[in-house]
């Protein structure tokens, strides 16, 4: 084995040194017995307890990458032949958007034979005014249709809408309307001036665009004044919407407040234009229901409830453990606003649930250190944690450095939980939800690919922790012997048969977030194939059989670590020879 890899890497062509590197390698991870004779096998165990022992050799281990063999199948692969997987994998999507563009053209052709044919107007700029104020209502009424939550929640949960509906790309899709409704709205604005400039009929063209000389709109003639005031409303809502504003420190409050500006620009637009309200009804009633309907979140047993405990997994990592309100129900992979009033007052933020909807007493929610609203909320229980007034109970993780016992008391231990009473003011919790997303749909799938960036793998532990529940309620027992078994006609029944789980991190210390609950789904596992298959199996049939592998990536390197990059193989046997 060692032979092979070193005759992979192309560094040692010495064959005596190379012979000297194999024997490091063996006395390093195959050291010698009581009897003094070198061991023949390795279980894992051992190897973990080498790498225990010694945390620079489990360093250079995992720093080792894969070659990328990528370009050889992009050679493969012809131009035309991937154009058609995209349009088969998003036939949908495709779709929707061919149904947009012939409804907006539908509605350029409408204007143009009305106004032109119908009304014989010939003034081309107020005709291209027309088709901009046509678009800018069809562009609103969707625009806000594309933001019902709890509506897009339906669809998801329905199987045969989901198909059709290419729910999941509902706020892509807001957006990219979102700008065609500012683009008809400059469009119409701009051809009015135009329009002014030209026909001035004894005013002057401050006054046409100004006042309410031009004599239009259906509401005492504010056309040209609610128009000027919707102009600067759109503006003020595009520009503070620029993700590079939108994600900028301490500026996504300014996003979420002056999109609420949609609500004076919708009751502006019902003045400005008299057809305006017929596309807009039925959207703007739906969106009043929902908002009615989310004030259950200050009720007891649907949204007001409290923090059981607070889980500080590392110096980014944070957990929330709240309690579950006895009337709040979710499906995998959905997810809450959630607001802390007595920490930061008036401020909803969403996070995906990752506990099951199998557990009945706790919703956990897992969330990163970043800016503004999650970075309060982290540095304030941190320093919670060192008051009195807190229960706070200390748990230890394993430690790859066993022997830096003097270093570790000055430095702060992972994770920390801190548990609240019910009097603590800070425990007081309101969520609003759920909200389902496309994680939802792992179950219909027969082999499922969950790919999960940091902590953005919380989804996929929501649905690993169910799927640990429902092996646990397959379990039957032997009443005479006492053996364990599972159901059989339940798991061959489940449509979902395979799940591939690749977690990409940054560092190899972020699989501590999640680790207990990847330990009991490997336990819980292989319970499930000592008991469901033959002893005699081969190992090409046992990996076929296995429900979840686990594929884990590390992405992040070191200032120290890059110029150690191009010597690994080096600094491994280094590390090694140390050892021994």
């Known amino acids: ?36 004779q070198q061991q023949e096998e390795l279980n894992f165990e051992q190897f973990h307890h080498i790498l225990q022992e010694n945390p620079s050799v489990f360093q250079s281990l995992y720093l080792i990458s894969i070659p990328d063999q990528d370009n050889e199948d992009d050679e ?70 594309l933001m019902l939550k709890q509506t897009m929640t ?9 198909i059709f509906i290419p729910v999941d790309d509902h706020i892509d899709a807001h957006r990219f309307v979102g700008t065609m409704l500012f683009i ?13 400039a030209i026909n001035l009929n004894g005013h002057s063209w401050f006054s046409l665009m100004f006042t309410t000389a031009a004599e239009i709109g259906w509401v005492s003639h504010s056309a040209t004044i609610t128009g000027v005031i919707l102009f600067v409303l759109l503006i003020i809502m595009v520009i503070c919407s620029f993700q590079c504003i939108r994600q ?30 017929k596309w807009a009804i039925g959207p703007m009633v739906l969106f009043c229901f929902e908002k009615i309907y989310l004030f259950k979140r200050y009720l007891p047993k649907y949204g007001r409830t409290k923090l059981i405990s607070i889980r500080i997994e590392d110096e980014h990592v944070l957990s929330l453990m709240i309690e579950k309100p006895s009337n709040f129900n979710f499906h995998v992979g959905e997810y809450i606003n959630i607001c802390l009033p007595n920490i930061v007052r008036n401020e909803w933020h969403p996070f995906t649930i990752c506990s099951s909807p199998e557990r009945k007493d706790i919703l956990r929610l897992t969330i990163m250190k970043k800016q503004n609203w999650t970075r309060k909320i982290y540095e304030h229980f941190s320093k919670e944690q060192n008051s009195d007034d807190n229960d706070m109970a200390e748990i230890t993780v394993d430690n790859l450095n066993n022997k830096s016992e003097t270093n570790s008391r000055n430095l702060l231990v992972y994770p920390r939980e801190i548990t609240f009473t019910d009097k603590q003011k800070d425990a007081i919790a309101c969520i609003e939800g759920p909200f389902s997303t496309c994680t939802s749909y792992i179950f219909d799938c027969e082999h499922v690919v969950l790919v999960g960036a940091g902590i953005g793998i919380t989804p996929y532990i929501s649905a690993l922790e169910s799927l640990i529940y429902q092996l646990r309620e397959q379990r039957c027992k032997c009443s005479r012997c006492g053996t364990m078994n599972y159901t059989q ?28 609950i990847l330990d009991e789904f490997e336990a819980e596992q292989e319970s499930y194939l000592a ?3 033959p002893q005699e199996r081969t190992n090409s049939q046992e990996q076929r059989s296995r429900y979840l592998d686990i594929h884990l990536y590390c992405t992040s ?3 120290n670590e890059q110029t150690m990059l191009g010597n690994l193989p080096y600094n491994l046997v280094a590390n090694m020879y140390e050892v021994i």
């Open 76 to 145: 493969q692969t012809i131009w035309f032949k991937r154009w058609w997987m995209y349009i088969k994998n998003n036939t949908n999507r495709i779709a929707f958007l061919i149904l947009y563009i012939l409804i907006s053209i539908a509605l350029i052709i409408y204007v143009i034979i009305y106004h032109v044919i119908i009304l014989e107007k010939h003034s081309v700029p107020q005709v291209i005014a027309r088709i901009g104020g046509m678009l800018v209502n069809f562009n609103y009424a969707l625009a806000v249709s």
């Open 248 to 277: 900028r420190s301490g500026c996504y409050q300014l996003f979420r407040y002056t999109h609420y500006l949609f609500w004076p620009i919708f009751i502006l637009l019902v003045l400005h234009a008299p057809n305006f309200w």
């Open 1 to 36: 084995f060692y032979e092979q890899y070193l005759s992979e890497v192309k560094y040692f062509k010495d064959e005596k040194r190379l012979h000297e590197i194999v024997e490091i390698f063996l006395q390093g991870f195959f050291p010698l017995n009581n009897e003094n």
């Open 557 to 559: 390197i070191r200032s």
């Open 489 to 516: 006609s339940v798991l061959k029944n489940q449509k979902l048969k395979k799940i591939d789980l690749i977690w990409v991190n940054r560092d190899i210390g972020n699989v501590s977030w999640f680790r207990n």
């Open 154 to 162: 339906i669809i998801r949960r329905l199987y045969y809408l989901r």
């Open 184 to 196: 008809s709205a400059m469009i119409h604005s701009l051809a009015y001036a135009l329009n002014f």
């Open 531 to 533: 008991s469901t298959t």
